[in-house]
């Protein structure tokens, strides 16, 4: 009888073992397959910020672009009003030049002109 009872100890002892194993492998597939679902999670959300960082570059490039355009067309209108304003600066102060010359300047002129000649 002893042998019988030692050996029902020893076959729940085995069926202990496997059946432990059995757990461990579950546990392991289990954990495993959590791992997965993480890692998945992880690789998308670095895919959808990495594709955040992305547009957002693009956008701040054109932004940043558009901001330059319109600082050099502002430059560009802001020079355009100071050439114009110089420009009819200098066509008045031609006009009062010429206006001053007296005989006495004519008469040079005709001089220095007809000694060419």
């Known amino acids: 009888m002893q042998a019988n009872t030692f050996g029902a100890v ?7 073992y496997v059946q432990s194993l059995t757990q461990i492998k579950e546990a392991e ?3 495993q ?3 997965d679902e993480q890692k998945k ?3 998308d959300e670095l ?3 990495e594709i955040h960082v992305t547009k957002s570059i693009t956008t701040a490039k054109s932004d940043g672009e558009k901001l330059v355009e319109s600082y ?3 430059a560009r209108k802001k020079a355009n009003v100071e050439t ?3 420009v009819e600066e200098a066509k008045n102060k031609a006009k ?3 206006s001053k010359i007296d005989s006495h300047i004519v008469k040079e002129i005709i001089d220095i002109l007809l000694k060419e000649v």
């Open 47 to 49: 895919r959808n910020f």
């Open 72 to 74: 050099i067309e502002q």
């Open 84 to 86: 114009e304003k110089i």
């Open 33 to 35: 397959k959590e791992i």
């Open 29 to 31: 597939e289990k954990i």
């Open 96 to 98: 009062t030049i010429s």
């Open 41 to 43: 999670k992880v690789i």
């Open 10 to 16: 020893k076959m729940s002892t085995s069926e202990k």
